[in-house]
């Protein structure tokens, strides 16, 4: 009828753009489908759901990167990991004499692939061939004339290629075209979960390299010693921070001792570690899941970096959650102080509030390595100064050592620009006047004398002040009688 119609809906995903690379999470986990080979981007559950699919009872992953995109995260890197044994879907397409003309395949290994059929239509001698999910019509060829026109239209085509991949099968011959065919089912896969180990976590983690730049990596499903060793051995050689937790109904003490072990190896100053589980609505009014801490701190994470910068921890009144809506283990002061000095990062109720109180590293190099942020600076300087230098390689090195200083300005340049987010800590005199500005550099004849620029290296020296984090607050109230006068 005629009028106003007016519809609601519930948004899932990042509240604010990508502002720095550095904001990232990296996440490895279960799935129910998508590839294996190579890390996925998602920016939103939507996105997630479409290449991974949706929430599977087995697995963290789905629910963990829905707590990221609803409490403040933007950018996520996906790499699902599956047993030795998995294989993908796939069905065979023929000419109708027996000769196979293209095979169809599921992208992912597992038997979701039986939710995937193909139909084969005639068009007036052509072909096109319908990819149906859940005998939903997904994609379409249209009328194709040819073998190769088919391939390449479900190969480059936005809608097919999260879900299938087509090859030729008789590459001798583009023709003849497949037979009409009534839609079907690929073959089961299988994704062999049950043999999964904590190696396999380990080597999906190789996935994100250097090129996808820094932030924050995580390993859902598992917390042996192997995959936290694994991660913080990853976070260390791709310039990231690992964020750690226990298993679940860990206690108070045995998370302080897990969080000592990390301390003990080396580069935990890459490493951060958080305690308890939390707490997420589902779909179900009332129920709530438990789930690991990781997604909700990678989105506070992220959403400290893209607001304020690479020195801003995920932590206090910014992080309060509008998703997470409980925790597994309520943590008083006591407590909160045991795992404080145990570098174990709590998750409180404050206030009626859920906040992450804490920013420490796993280091035990206290003076450099107290709070994680300092080591997510360094990462922040070590990805932009490649970016920003990549572009000079081979530059012709001459005597006016213009190579030398166009290194030095952009050196200059990036560490500038942190300096006045206010991560690095300028040095004033008594009477106020700038000492330094936080950060050196040098990039002269000095240290490039003339036999290494023979050799093709030219060297830079960076040195940087990082700012640190106030996490406590010491205030002395003195009461005094109506006698006596106020301190």
């Known amino acids: 009828m005629p009028g106003i119609v007016i ?3 519930v948004r899932t995903g990042p509240s604010t753009a990508t502002v720095r690379a550095s904001s990232q999470f990296f996440v490895v986990g279960l799935a129910e489908r998508g590839t294996t080979t190579a890390p996925v981007k998602v920016e939103s559950l939507e996105q997630f759901e479409t290449y991974f699919g949706g929430y599977q009872s087995y697995s963290y992953l789905h629910p963990t990167v829905q707590t990221f995109f609803e409490e403040g995260g933007t950018r996520a890197y996906v790499a699902r990991v599956v047993g030795s044994a998995a294989d993908s879907g796939s069905l065979t397409l023929d000419d109708g004499d027996d000769d196979n003309t293209i095979t169809i395949t599921a992208v992912g290994e597992g038997n979701w692939s039986t939710r995937i059929k193909v139909q084969v239509v005639d068009a007036s001698g052509d072909r096109n061939v319908k990819i149906l999910l859940d005998d939903v019509e ?16 479900i190969n480059t085509s936005v809608e097919a290629s999260p879900y299938v991949v087509a090859s030729n099968d008789n590459s001798t ?3 003849p075209l497949p037979a009409v065919l009534a839609a079907t089912a690929l073959s089961a896969g299988d994704d062999d979960r049950a043999a999964v180990v904590a190696a396999d976590y380990v ?29 913080v051995e990853h976070a260390n050689t791709h310039s990231r921070i690992a964020l750690l937790h226990s298993a679940s109904g860990t206690s108070v003490s045995t998370v302080i001792a897990d969080a000592e072990e990390i301390t003990d190896l080396e580069h935990a100053e890459h490493a951060a570690y958080y305690f308890p589980w939390v707490y997420v609505p589902t779909s179900v009014n009332g129920v709530n899941r438990l789930i690991p801490p990781t997604g909700y701190v990678a989105a506070k994470r992220a959403q400290a970096h893209n607001q304020t910068g690479p020195h801003a921890p995920a932590a206090g009144l910014m992080s309060r959650s509008r998703f997470v809506n409980g925790v597994e283990t309520d943590i008083d002061r006591t407590n909160g102080d045991l795992l404080d000095n145990g570098k174990v990062n709590a998750i409180r109720v ?34 932009q100064a490649f970016t920003s230098l990549e572009d000079l390689v081979f530059s012709v090195i001459d005597g006016r050592n213009i190579v030398l200083a166009s290194v030095e300005s952009r050196l200059v340049s990036l560490l500038e620009g942190l300096k006045n987010l206010g991560a690095l800590y300028p040095s004033f005199d008594a009477f106020g006047v700038q000492v330094d500005p936080g950060y050196t550099v040098k990039c ?8 290494q620029l023979a050799d093709g290296t030219i060297k830079a020296e960076v040195g940087i002040r990082v700012s640190s984090i106030g996490d406590k607050i010491n205030v002395t109230i003195v009461k005094s009688n109506l006698t006596t006068s106020i301190v």
């Open 203 to 231: 080597n999906a983690l190789e996935l994100f390299n250097d090129s996808y730049g820094d932030g924050a990596v995580a390993v859902v499903e598992n917390t042996s010693d192997t995959v936290k060793e694994g991660l």
């Open 138 to 153: 997904i994609f379409a060829t249209g009328a194709q004339s040819t073998v190769t026109g088919i391939i390449n239209a």
């Open 350 to 383: 404050l206030s009626n509030t859920i906040r992450i109180y804490g920013a420490r590293s796993c280091s035990s190099d206290v003076a450099n390595f107290r709070f994680y942020t300092a080591q997510d600076v360094l990462n922040s300087v070590v990805t």
């Open 7 to 9: 519809e609601t809906a």
């Open 444 to 451: 002269n004849p000095s240290i490039n004398p003339l036999t």
């Open 173 to 175: 011959n583009n023709n």
